[in-house]
């Protein structure tokens, strides 16, 4: 990965103040690859862009994260630490489409893109969203000996089914989604809840910049320097010169 410094950081987090997930997740994204055409990154696995995300968030606020989360069962609030190197692990590249067989039904798919998942989550609801999910993702399905159009598909899939694509996909690309399963201290409770690098990841850079733009105004109104002169120097130098403004 190409480390991505302040400037290019701070127009990042400039550029998503106004986006809504998705877009401030292709920005993000682009940190994580500087250089890379959209058409690209939209065409990843997921997956592969969460892996991306979790080595990019390594790069810029280190390997521990700091999780805080409520208790599904009394309510407790729940913070703990982890480990940003055990997640992000990239799935094996795939030789063709995924197929599972399960009674009459044959089906033959792939794991979803960033596109993929961007075009489902522009859906007016949960159901249009899943049909869309997987008719975008299936390469062919047949039930007995007649193929089943895959805009049908979701209408048509048995339980068992879509339970065995699920575990497939999630197999095939098992950074696609991390979920943690939580024990509550209180009570003893576990509390599944997913972890979506690319929120957490804004979130931190929104705060890392907007502390960013107080050291330049302080620094500027102190020395009279301007904000590329005080975004070239190190971290370590503009705190020192911070310290030497407190002092003074």
Request: proline share 6%; with cysteine; aromatic share 6%.
């Amino acid at each position: 990965m190409t480390p991505t410094g302040p400037a290019e950081l701070l127009a990042t987090w400039e550029a998503g103040l106004a986006q809504h997930d998705s877009e401030r997740s292709l920005l993000l994204h682009h940190a994580a690859r500087p250089g890379a055409a959209t058409d690209t990154l939209l065409s990843l696995p997921v997956g592969e862009r969460e892996a991306d995300l979790f080595a990019l968030r390594r790069a810029l606020f280190g390997e521990r994260m700091q999780v805080r989360i409520e208790c599904g069962a009394c309510g407790a609030d729940m913070e703990f630490d982890l480990d940003a190197t055990v997640f992000g692990v990239r799935g094996q590249d795939q030789d063709g489409p995924l197929r599972v067989t399960e009674g009459e039904w044959v089906v033959e798919f792939r794991p979803p893109t960033v596109a993929d998942l961007a075009a489902a989550g522009a859906a007016d609801d949960p159901v249009e969203a899943r049909r869309l999910l997987v008719a975008r993702c299936t390469v062919s399905a047949v039930r007995g000996a007649e193929a089943v159009p895959p805009e049908r598909l979701e209408a048509l899939l048995p339980a068992e089914v879509r339970r065995r694509l699920a575990e497939a996909a999630a197999e095939a690309d098992p950074a696609a989604e991390v979920t943690l399963n939580v024990s509550c201290p209180e009570c003893g409770g576990a509390t599944p809840a997913e972890l979506d690098i690319a929120s957490y990841l804004w979130a931190e850079l929104d705060t890392w910049a907007r502390d960013l733009l107080l050291d330049v105004h302080l620094l500027a109104t102190a020395y009279g320097w301007s904000e590329p002169e005080i975004l070239a120097l190190s971290p370590l130098r503009r705190r020192y010169y911070l310290e030497l403004c407190a002092d003074v």
